[in-house]
């Protein structure tokens, strides 16, 4: 029997019409149940595509123009929109990503999950949905002799340089393109990480909303800092609202950013904001959510989720520096928060100081094994909160909870997959999934966050 040949071959031009949009932003179109993948095409869409990768159960293709426009296709503000891999979703309308992204959660749950019943609501969006990201992480290198600072483009190690991205706040655009600059003047080499040399490997910069402070951090590959004084006071002149100027060293080749040591080089070494009336202090490593107007839509809707009265006792599994836990804390009788990044708690100890909150403990070490020595303890958790990493929760986190039993898990997910894989596992052990209120904290791109409410069966 002969096999299946694909219907198409490379560098053929084909014209096909696009059903929908993968969960990494590519059109779909289907040639004979062949699919093909083509970044930039939009559901309904017609248009004439040129096939440039064939595989033996789906080819990619690039758009080549298209002939009949969805009336959900706006034109890409950014310039560089088509090179840059931040953004995928700048050519569909704010409304058409919100929709995108409600329907996202919804397929991936009743795909992977088996929840086609579950009430998932309309994404909840925002007003403005530029300018938003409070933090930025900007690689540096050299190119043709000259710095660059940009993103990567997509599915590769090359730097576009540009000036300024519209997802970004206007402050962290101003920093970057003052530290190539000085780095020009200061003779501050670029970072090359396919031969690892140079001496400037990122940018990292945080802007506090509500404070309006700035930090600044210098990711270099060594210790060594060419004319680290005239630098750091070219950035005070230049920076009225700096508070920290930092510089971290990372000396591995890897493409994890941070390095394990850090060295104030001015100023504090956190700076502060606020989500609601809660005060944080966060350093240069923490993890702080980077779209402050849509946290402060999220954790009210988990705070609505944990349905509060005043008596219960909250575990929050994967506290950070403690912003989910401080505003239950508002509500509880007593929170406990574990997370296993010894750093983000004591900066979680140090925010309920901040804001005088007695009734919340954080601890140091892996959920699935600091919650059974608690449950020994005589703590029984009458909510529990989970806010874990892409990756989502481990199995024996899962266990832990089913077996500790509380009324209610409030799960906050930035993946709809390993959400969808976890609720499956709670839904078998004890607990219905009540509704799902996906957030758009990523305007622009594809991801999606998610708060979810399960109730003990």
């Known amino acids: ?68 426009e969805s009336n959900q296709r706006v034109d890409a503000p950014c310039p ?69 600072t940009g993103f990567y483009a997509e599915r590769s190690h090359q730097i576009v340089d540009i000036n300024s991205c519209i997802i970004q706040h206007e402050h962290n655009d101003k920093v970057v393109q003052l530290v190539k600059k000085l780095a020009k003047d200061y003779g501050i080499r670029g970072y090359d990480d396919r031969i690892h040399k140079g001496t400037l490997r990122h940018v990292v910069v945080r802007h506090a909303k509500h404070t309006d402070e700035l930090m600044v951090v210098l990711v270099t590959k060594g210790k060594e800092l060419p004319n680290k004084k005239n630098l750091v006071h070219a950035m005070k002149e230049e920076l ?87 505003f239950l ?21 140090r925010n309920a100081k901040l804001n005088h909150v007695t009734n919340a403990d954080f601890v140091v070490g892996e959920a699935e094994n600091v919650m059974p020595w608690w449950q020994a303890q005589g703590i029984e958790a009458d909510v529990i909160v989970v806010d874990p990493p892409r990756k989502g929760c481990d199995e024996k986190l899962l266990e832990t909870m089913a077996t500790m039993k509380p009324d209610r898990i409030v799960y906050v997910s930035c993946n709809p997959a390993t959400l969808a894989r976890d609720l499956k596992y709670l839904e078998e052990h004890g607990y219905e999934t009540k509704e799902v209120q996906p957030v758009d904290m990523f305007p622009q791109t594809t991801h999606v966050e998610c708060c979810v409410l399960l109730e003990k069966k």
């Open 1 to 68: 029997m002969s096999k299946q040949q694909p219907p198409v071959e490379k560098n053929e031009t084909v014209d096909v019409t696009f059903e929908d949009i993968t969960h990494d932003g590519a059109g779909v179109a289907k040639l004979g149940g062949y699919p093909l993948f083509v970044k930039g095409g939009l559901p309904g869409e017609k248009a004439e595509v040129k096939v440039v990768q064939v595989k033996k159960n789906y080819g990619f293709g690039r758009l080549m123009n298209v002939m009949k």
């Open 80 to 148: 560089v929109f088509n090179r840059c891999g931040g953004c995928q979703l700048q050519h569909l309308s704010y409304e058409g990503q919100l929709e995108y992204k409600q329907k996202q959660v919804k397929e991936t749950l009743a795909r992977i999950g088996g929840l086609n019943d579950v009430a998932v609501h309309p994404t909840l969006g925002m007003d403005d949905p530029w300018r938003y990201r409070n933090k930025s992480q900007v690689p540096v290198g050299e190119q043709g002799g000259n710095i660059v």
């Open 240 to 326: 009225p609202n700096v508070k920290s100027i930092i510089q971290n060293i990372n000396p591995k080749r890897t493409n994890v950013i941070f390095g394990e040591r850090s060295e104030v080089l001015w100023g504090e070494e956190v700076i502060h904001d606020y989500i609601g009336d809660i005060k944080f202090a966060i350093s240069a490593r923490s993890f702080y959510q980077v779209n402050p107007v849509q946290t402060k839509v999220l954790y009210e809707k988990a705070l609505e989720y944990a349905q509060l009265t005043g008596k219960e006792t909250v575990i929050d599994a994967y506290c950070g520096i403690g912003t989910i836990s401080l």
């Open 329 to 349: 804390a508002e509500k509880a009788k007593h929170v406990y928060g574990v997370e296993i990044v010894p750093e983000a708690v004591s900066d979680a100890k």
